[in-house]
């Protein structure tokens, strides 16, 4: 069965810290890896994974995918209260089929 | 660019009642999906639609739950009747036809089955 794992499910920070989320996959066919944050509404999107050891880097968050251990993980940087959501990882096994984990909620305390 | 729009936003329902969504995604995207997501939980696909063909199906519940695409743009989402265990975000996304794009979400239909 195809499954994607993110971990922790809840995290708790301080403003100013430095996160790092975990996302594990076991799929049957891998095309490319995404990361989506959702608040209260739509997921959108953040980043898009295709090869081994390419840091994708968005100001203070970056991405980065392990295709041999099968793994990615999103950091983010001098955390702020905007970056409180929970953070979705997506494996896409091709033709747009995409199979979500059941995401992080992180919350960021002032 | 507009997004993808979908309505209502929240719904409320009875038990064994009906209910359908509405999804419009965005303009000269061929490929259309409904999800469902559970509180705490990932998006689920119920159905992908490439214009208005299904490309795939496989855990949408066929027998309360049914999605059309007649003209290859709109898209409506419909369960009937509705379980309590149907209480979920039904979202809407829509991407261009490659593997390579990302997926493009709406802001989802909150249901609750009562």
């Known amino acids: ?90 494996v896409n096994q091709g033709a747009q089929k995409l199979v979500f984990g059941q995401g992080t909620r992180l919350t960021i305390n002032p | 660019e507009a997004g993808v729009a979908q309505s209502p936003r929240y719904k409320i329902i009875e038990k064994r009642q009906s209910v359908a969504f509405w999804c ?17 939980q990932g998006p689920k696909l119920l159905i992908q639609f490439q214009n208005n063909g299904v490309v795939d199906d496989s855990q949408l519940p066929k027998d309360r739950f049914s999605a059309e695409r007649l003209k290859g743009v709109d898209s409506t989402l419909k369960i009937q009747p509705a379980k309590l265990e149907d209480s979920a975000v039904y979202l809407c996304a829509s991407s261009h036809v490659s593997s390579d794009y990302e997926q493009y979400f709406g802001p989802g239909t909150r249901l609750t089955v009562t």
């Open chain 2, 24 to 40: 419009n995604p965005i303009s000269g995207h061929a490929t259309l999906y409904w999800y469902q997501q559970i509180l705490g």
């Open chain 1, 1 to 90: 069965e195809d499954k994607v794992v993110q971990s922790p499910l809840s995290l708790v920070v301080h403003e100013g810290d430095t996160v790092t989320l975990n996302c594990s996959y076991e799929v049957t066919n891998f095309r490319s890896l995404l990361w989506y944050k959702q608040e209260k509404k739509a997921p959108t999107f953040l980043f898009m994974l295709t090869s081994s050891g390419i840091e994708k880097k968005s100001g203070r968050l970056s991405s980065i995918l392990d295709k041999k251990e099968l793994f990615s993980i999103l950091n983010i940087t001098a955390t702020q209260t905007g970056d409180s959501a929970v953070y979705l990882c997506a």
